[in-house]
């Protein structure tokens, strides 16, 4: 059976109406924070990329693609989407979106691969965003000062769905701690990948945890990357290995670390190389969309993933994923989730 928990005393602080009405109130508010923020402009984007360009995203590499044949190209296969990671960067370029400045979209995928517990699901709902920086902004604290700014848009947002609801007090706290995946490994080398994030959060309520996809002291990374998106091995100005991270929170009603978004600086053409070799996948570099970023045809950029079902299921404090998304899950989740007050779409 898929994991499930069950909140000791659980019981939900809104119905089913009251939740959509924070749900659709969420997601307004915060997109057009965002962007503002930001300064993006809303693209719409594509729910299936052909297969063979290079432009999904392949997550942790063993995760399998939904696909289909299209009658009217000859049976070629097109590919749902994982994520929007790759395909934003392209349209960065074709839109000549200036530096500075950046796109967001609507990003819905289908995983059937994942394993259905609270948090995950077989569709994945975010706003993928991608903005163009330059040479000079390539670095750590610009990377710092987006993960600040995104934060203070979360923590805005909590602020308003509490003068909606006064029942959901706010727990964010002021500011969003840094860590690396190596410094947290070296404070708690006994514990799994989960459990110290689990540990770091419940200590500073967020965290961003840096440095994902590279191999740490012990061999192994603190979770997967695939190699031709976020930059996981340049080496910062203070011998940080990787631009890129999460944007973690304590979730009281899981009593777990909470994982809200997945961004980073992009490989540039050198990072790009050195990953494909680290993890033997240089063959990628005869796709379309690699072939593009090698010829310089693509700008330098920043970009990531926020989980929009992931949001309104930490500000309205809901168990399980599936009180805020139609999904389908195992009916001894159904069952069980009924008899525990847990109401699934």
């Given at each position: 059976m898929s994991?499930?928990?069950?909140?000791?005393?659980?019981?939900?602080?809104?119905?089913?109406?009251?939740?959509?009405?924070?749900?659709?109130?969420?997601?307004?508010?915060?997109?057009?924070?965002?962007?503002?923020?930001?300064?993006?402009?809303?693209?719409?984007?594509?729910?299936?990329?052909?297969?063979?360009?290079?432009?999904?995203?392949?997550?942790?590499?063993?995760?399998?693609?939904?696909?289909?044949?299209?009658?009217?190209?000859?049976?070629?296969?097109?590919?749902?989407?994982?994520?929007?990671?790759?395909?934003?960067?392209?349209?960065?370029?074709?839109?000549?979106i200036p530096t500075g400045y950046g796109i967001y979209t609507d990003m819905n995928a289908i995983r059937s691969d994942e394993e259905l517990d609270n948090v995950h699901s077989l569709y994945v709902d975010q706003w993928d965003w991608e903005l163009t920086i330059s040479k000079e902004t390539r670095n750590l604290d610009y990377l710092k000062q987006i993960v600040t700014r995104i934060y203070s848009v979360m923590r805005r947002t909590e602020y308003i769905v509490y003068e909606r609801y006064p029942q959901l007090k706010p727990i964010l706290p002021e500011e969003i701690h840094f860590m690396t995946a190596q410094e947290l490994y070296d404070m708690y080398p006994d514990l799994t990948t989960k459990e110290r994030e689990d540990k770091i959060?419940?200590?500073?309520?967020?965290?961003?945890?840096?440095?994902?996809?590279?191999?740490?002291?012990?061999?192994?990374?603190?979770?997967?990357?695939?190699?031709?998106?976020?930059?996981?091995?340049?080496?910062?100005?203070?011998?940080?290995?990787?631009?890129?991270?999460d944007i973690l929170v304590w979730n009281p009603i899981l009593e777990r670390s909470f994982e809200l978004s997945s961004m980073g600086i992009r490989v540039d053409k050198e990072a790009l190389l050195r990953q494909l070799k680290i993890r033997g996948k240089e063959e990628r570099k005869e796709l379309y969309f690699h072939k593009?970023?090698?010829?310089?045809?693509?700008?330098?950029?920043?970009?990531?993933?926020?989980?929009?079902?992931?949001?309104?299921?930490?500000?309205?404090?809901?168990?399980?994923?599936?009180?805020?998304?139609?999904?389908?899950?195992?009916?001894?989740?159904?069952?069980?989730?009924?008899?525990?007050?847990?109401p699934l779409i």
């Open positions: 994991q499930l928990y069950i909140p000791k005393g659980y019981k939900p602080f809104l119905d089913l109406r009251e939740t959509e009405l924070g749900i659709q109130m969420i997601k307004d508010f915060f997109q057009e924070n965002l962007a503002a923020e930001l300064r993006l402009r809303r693209v719409t984007a594509p729910l299936f990329v052909l297969k063979g360009t290079g432009l999904n995203d392949d997550l942790n590499g063993v995760e399998r693609a939904v696909s289909f044949p299209i009658k009217d190209l000859g049976d070629m296969k097109a590919e749902v989407v994982h994520s929007l990671a790759k395909w934003k960067r392209m349209i960065l370029a074709d839109y000549g959060t419940k200590q500073y309520g967020a965290v961003f945890l840096m440095g994902i996809g590279g191999d740490l002291s012990y061999g192994e990374p603190h979770d997967g990357r695939a190699p031709d998106y976020d930059d996981w091995t340049t080496e910062a100005a203070n011998g940080q290995k990787g631009l890129n991270g593009r970023l090698l010829n310089g045809e693509l700008p330098l950029s920043i970009g990531g993933g926020i989980g929009q079902s992931r949001l309104c299921m930490f500000y309205l404090k809901k168990a399980h994923i599936g009180e805020i998304q139609a999904s389908i899950w195992p009916d001894d989740m159904r069952r069980q989730c009924s008899d525990n007050f847990i």
